[in-house]
């Protein structure tokens, strides 16, 4: 997994999705998204993008977000802020095995942040069928990060704190199993690029399985759950 980002490079978001997983054949498949779009533009609507729910857009921003050992990032970045419209990222619907994504983002902004939090990221199946979800928290100056299976399910929060403006890599893997509620979510936060699969930072199969994985989304929860990334 982490061979392939390094092999692929940079992701960036206030975002970028990349995802690699294994189809029928064993064939490892991946996605890259630059956010190669025009700066001021909405996201939803482009490449492989399309809108969830209402209120304002995800918007493109210029420059993008690099990490050590990460091949240079290229086009940009989208940044958004409290409530508003979901872009999800569409692709070849999977029904076995793991699919990871990753991503690099950054929190400028805690303003739009409570200490409860909301989620602003994972993997879904359709608009409403969300899991592998990425949280955030306020926590004193920074925030924490936090994880659950699915959107509706236990969150288990990391103990540190992240600071302002620091660009964190995440990993993230949500592996389709055959059974009934027997997937399992994995992520890893701030791995080192180019080396072998370390431990993950969180794992967990509590929650209810998803059908099948074929969106990557983002979400603007709301204005006191979502600050600006
Ligand atoms: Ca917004
Ligand atoms: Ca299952």
Known sequence: MIKQLQKLGAVVVASCALLGSSDALGQEATIYEPFDYSVGSNLGGQGSWVNVNSGDEVIIVEGNLSYNKLNASSGRSVSFVGGGIDPQFQFP????????????????????????????????????????????????????????????????????????????????MYKLMAGSGDDIVSFWVNPIPGTAESTSSYTSAVGSDLSYVERFFLRQDSNIKTPRL
């Open 93 to 172: 619907q999977l029904t076995s095995g793991p699919a990871y994504f990753s991503l690099l983002f950054k929190v400028s902004d805690l303003a739009g942040l409570n200490e409860s939090g909301g989620y602003f990221s994972g993997l879904a199946a359709n608009s409403t069928s969300l899991g592998a979800a990425v949280w955030l928290r306020k926590a004193g100056e920074g925030f924490n990060v936090g994880f659950s299976k699915r959107s509706n399910s236990e969150v288990v929060w990391l103990n540190e704190v992240h600071e302002l403006n620091s660009t964190i890599l995440l990993v993230g």
